[in-house]
């Protein structure tokens, strides 16, 4: 190919003198610009007119082999009654979070979830609702959600589908109901739904060989165990910020990670009112920065290790100066209230804090958080016991009985699979390959299991370790039933039909127990009647309002056990001094 067009007879302009002229010199320059072999005829094209040629050609053959897809539309001409395209729909329903319930009003287009919001009728939410449970939307649509059953053979995976799956159980269920449920473990995650807490006590007394196994990662066992060791048995507390002048807030946030954290701000926000007279006051002890911290009108930093102590020297200072009497029967408590205020290093803001309080006896509230050790939860419910404040801004209910705190239950499935023992094991939500404490080694262990089952929304670090692998509905696609924090029954309904053909835990468990898939909606429809919920004007009742009026547990005051108590608050007393308080016991 020439590297310079032939000069035309009409041409008008030259780069240079020497191409005007045509000299020698010239023509052996523009000769010696490419090497020989691309020596063309002097009438060949130039370059220019052969990439315009080349460029329409292809542009050209790429267009003969292209045509308009054919798309095959059906006209909505048979539309149910009352639905007009393009109009939004509201349903009530509820999210679980681990055991967290959030009441939602969720909006849909067409038969599509769109956005999340609070239920307005329920008085948890009051129309509010949490980050999770707006986003939680967005999960339902991840790309990346598991479409599809997998069974796993050593490191590769063949795609099954829910009929293959049902083969294999089918039979291996049957064994297990045969034997009792000899060397079968269900790994759940937290779960607040009545169904699936009968579908366990049904799990232990048809297969009493069977073990139950709850497992969080973050849990409130610490306020659980702690309530147990101040009243006896296991309480659930139940705030109420809207009454209370003075909040003392050790390593806690009821402003956003409490069960009822949308209630609480609401009624912390109402006590701030101006036009109401004396405003509340909030005191935040704590050692990382959280939203109630960022509210508080006192916060002060102290390392999480020494919040325990603070707390000891804040009963000190009202048992033993602030002129507060110990309940009945505990004065031994004084000598390990001393030997806290003789040891260590006392905060200065204490004492204020604790005038403070006393003023406002009746009208305050000490809350511990879930980090705490259940020593100084029993000294909360202890504070409050003595400053008047159950009752008024705090109440209670009895806590629904549970066996193993979560880390001991992990660590037993780990033990379990390790000495063989567990041979089954049947998988519920949750990642505990991934957020089980390293030490246990848990993911290289449920490699081991023979016949391992996990149900789940994502194809992760668990359900890599197992034979299967079973897609998840999303609660938008979902039946079930929930017990909120104040013990209110709530019905979970769907929006959609799941996406990619998932299960629910009720179903899967269903053909564990009985042989065949039962839907999760009429095992809801059980429980529901079982609460009075017969007729179906009443079930299409609760469907539309999303709570069960009248279901909410009624809030008391047990009295405190002395025992337990004592010794509770003796042990924190030394692990937080580091001494001997045993003079307490005498």
Not at 65 to 71: A, I, L, M, N, V
Not at 128 to 153: G, I, K, T, W
Not at 571 to 577: D, I, M, Q, S
Request: charged share 25%; aromatic share 6%; glycine share 10%.
């Amino acid at each position: 190919m020439s590297p310079i067009d032939e000069k035309s007879p009409d041409q008008g302009y030259w780069r240079s003198l020497e191409e005007l002229g045509n000299t020698p010199e010239y023509c052996r320059f523009t000769e010696a610009e490419f090497p020989e072999e691309a020596r063309v005829p002097t009438d060949a094209f130039s370059r220019r007119r052969f990439l315009q040629l080349m460029g329409a050609s292809v542009a050209m053959a790429g267009a003969a082999g292209c045509r308009w897809p054919e798309e095959k539309i059906v006209p909505f001409a048979e539309r149910p009654d009352g639905v007009v395209p393009g109009t939004v729909r509201r349903y009530a329903t509820a999210m679980d979070l681990a055991g967290k319930v959030s009441p939602l009003l969720v909006t849909t287009n067409d038969g599509r979830p769109l956005k999340v919001e609070g239920n307005p009728d329920h008085p948890l939410s009051a129309g509010a609702a949490d980050h999770f449970a707006q986003a939680s939307v967005l999960e339902m649509y991840d790309p990346d959600r598991s479409r599809e059953v997998l069974r796993r053979r050593g490191g590769s995976y063949d795609r099954r589908s829910w009929e293959d799956f049902i083969a294999w159980a089918g039979p291996h269920f049957e064994t297990l109901r045969g034997n009792g449920g000899r060397g079968l473990a269900v790994l759940s995650e937290q779960s607040a739904s009545p169904t699936l807490a009968a579908l366990r006590r049904r799990l232990r007394d048809e297969l009493p060989d069977a073990g139950w196994y709850e497992y969080e990662p973050v849990s409130r066992d610490n306020e659980r165990l702690g309530s147990g060791l101040a009243f006896g048995t296991a309480q659930r507390a139940h705030l109420s910020l809207g009454a209370a002048a003075v909040i003392a807030c050790f390593d806690a946030d009821p402003l956003s990670d409490h069960p009822t954290s949308l209630r609480n701000a609401r009624d912390f926000a109402e006590g701030r009112r101006a036009g109401h007279g004396r405003m509340n006051r909030l005191y935040a002890v704590e050692s990382c920065p959280s939203v109630t911290g960022g509210m508080a009108d006192h916060r002060f930093a102290v390392p999480t290790s020494r919040i325990p102590h603070v707390l000891h020297q804040l009963a000190a200072e009202l048992f033993l100066h602030g002129g507060l009497e110990l309940p009945r029967g505990m004065d031994r408590l004084r000598g390990a209230f001393a030997h806290v205020e003789r040891q260590g290093h006392q905060e200065t803001f204490v004492p204020a804090l604790a005038r403070d309080l006393t003023a406002n006896r009746g009208r305050g509230l000490v809350v511990v958080g879930p980090r705490m050790p259940d020593h100084a939860h029993a000294l909360c419910h202890l504070l409050n016991r003595a400053l008047g404040n159950c009752g008024r801004t705090v109440t209670y209910s009895p806590e629904e009985p549970r066996g193993l705190t979560h880390g001991a239950a992990i660590a037993d499935v780990a033990h379990g699979v390790g000495k063989g023992s567990i041979d089954t094991l049947l998988i519920l939500g949750g990642n505990p390959a991934f957020d089980a404490p390293a030490e246990l080694g848990l993911a290289e262990l449920l490699a081991r299991v023979p016949h391992s089952v996990r149900l789940g929304l994502y194809d992760d670090e668990t359900s890599r370790t197992c034979a299967w692998h079973l897609p998840r509905a999303h609660y938008l696609e979902s039946w079930g039933d929930v017990r909120d924090h104040d013990g209110r029954y709530g019905v979970v309904q769907p929006l959609i039909s799941p996406l990619f053909g998932g299960w629910t835990a009720p179903e899967l468990l269903s053909l564990l127990l009985d042989g065949e898939k039962r839907p999760a909606h009429a095992q809801v429809r059980e429980t529901a009647r079982g609460l009075g919920v017969r007729r179906d004007s009443a079930w299409k009742t609760l469907l539309r309002d999303g709570l069960l009026p009248g279901s909410e547990a009624a809030g008391g005051v047990p009295e405190l056990e002395g025992r337990g108590l004592i010794a509770a608050v003796v042990r924190g007393a030394e692990e937080a001094t580091g001494g001997n308080a045993e003079a307490a016991r005498e």
